[in-house]
């Protein structure tokens, strides 16, 4: 963990530091938790009152705040205060490194594999026929490389991940523990009497671009033909399913729990809230943003918000989500309504009232 000076950390960050410059900080963390030698930040108003009352040595706001400062805290005013936020983690704390050099004597690495200068292989990783591997790459243990695949540089596959046969990976891409890619697509074709589900070959395979993180315990399916395609700078959370031949753009978020179908065409900047499911061979333009669980079913125009089970505009989603809420106090307005209409039409004489007795009472 490093040490800094609050008035290096302002620089680095390209803030104005309003408090004591000298003072040393060696991490980060939230406004309540925060300790003495710790920087936090404000980037949403809700918590704003706690910024009185933390203990951070400093603490980074917008260049516009102008609420309360806790007594011995010093702001760092940023244009963007998450980011830098950001710029501070890892200044002060750093990402991840490997606790392993070179190759484990433990591992099987085919002599076919290429493996560039600085590659650490830990033990029990399996590298197959005809792969290669670029420079500063790191294999954590238990993971299996499928031949003939391709890795780029500087990239973090963590523990049991499984590569399978001729997939490529482009540089800096991070996968987390027990993630698969390239496993086959869910390819059948239902024949005969009585019907019997027959495999398709899976022949394709699985390219993940040029920064591509992919949390844990997801699955990316092989194409049946073709590739399936995780556009550069897109981003998993854990458990996200991705069916065969689906082609994401770039810089994409998918969150906790989201599924595509196979043959989905997904455009840049977009965004799968948790538990989101898309069915397949639909298309979705840029930058659409897609709520929790919602069920997306056909075609979306790009810059579109939509949620639902099925999706619609968001605007539209909020009135039908506010409406549910209601549902029991509706139902009984309109028992009470039903009530009354059919006293009305027994007096008047126009119906059988023992009929409109019977239909009040239905659940």
């Known amino acids: 963990m490093a040490e800094i000076k609050l008035s290096e950390l302002a620089q680095m960050l390209g803030g104005t530091l309003e408090g004591d410059g000298e003072r040393i900080v060696r991490g980060a963390a939230t406004l309540e938790a925060a300790q003495a030698d710790q920087v ?13 009352e933390t203990r951070a040595a400093a603490v980074l706001v917008a260049t516009d705040y102008n609420g309360a400062v806790a007594s011995g805290s010093a702001l760092i005013r940023c244009d963007d205060p998450y980011f830098a ?3 501070a983690m890892v200044a002060l704390h750093g990402f991840r490194k490997p606790h392993f050099d070179g190759i484990d004597p433990r591992a ?18 399996s590298i197959g026929p ?5 420079a500063g790459t790191s294999l954590y243990p238990g993971v299996c490389i499928g031949p003939d695949t391709r890795i780029g540089r500087d990239c973090t596959l963590y523990s049991n991940v499984t590569i399978y046969e001729k997939c490529v990976l482009g540089d800096r891409v991070t996968i987390h523990a027990s993630s698969s890619i390239g496993h086959d697509g869910f390819g059948y074709a239902t024949h005969g009497t009585p019907p019997v589900h027959e495999k398709i070959p899976q022949a394709g395979w699985v390219e993940l671009e ?3 993180e992919i949390g844990a315990c997801c699955a990316i399916d092989r194409a049946t033909m073709g590739a399936t395609i995780v556009g550069a700078g897109t981003k998993f959370s854990n458990l996200v399913a991705i069916g065969h ?25 977009c965004v799968f809230a948790g538990q989101t499911g898309i069915v397949g061979h639909i298309s979705i333009g840029d930058g659409v943003r897609v709520a929790a669980k919602s069920g997306v079913t056909s075609d979306v125009p790009a810059g579109l918000e939509i949620g639902g089970a099925p999706a619609v505009p968001l605007p539209e989603a909020r009135r039908t989500w506010m409406s549910l809420s209601r549902l029991p106090q509706m139902r009984s307005a309109i028992k009470k309504l039903t009530r009354e209409l059919a006293a009305i039409k027994k007096k008047l004489g126009m119906v059988d009232s ?4 019977d239909e009040t009472e239905r659940p």
């Open 108 to 125: 099987d690495v085919h002599e076919t594999a290429r493996l560039a200068e600085g590659v650490r292989v830990a033990a029990f990783v």
């Open 130 to 134: 005809g792969c290669e591997i670029g």
């Open 210 to 212: 040029d920064d591509v």
């Open 85 to 87: 936020f950001r710029q």
């Open 40 to 52: 936090s930040f404000l980037a949403n108003k809700r918590y704003e009152r706690h910024v009185a």
């Open 354 to 357: 023992d009929h409109d007795a």
């Open 245 to 269: 031949g689906t082609h994401l753009g770039k810089h994409c978020l998918l969150v906790a729990q989201a599924g595509l179908a196979g043959s989905v065409m997904v455009g840049d900047y």
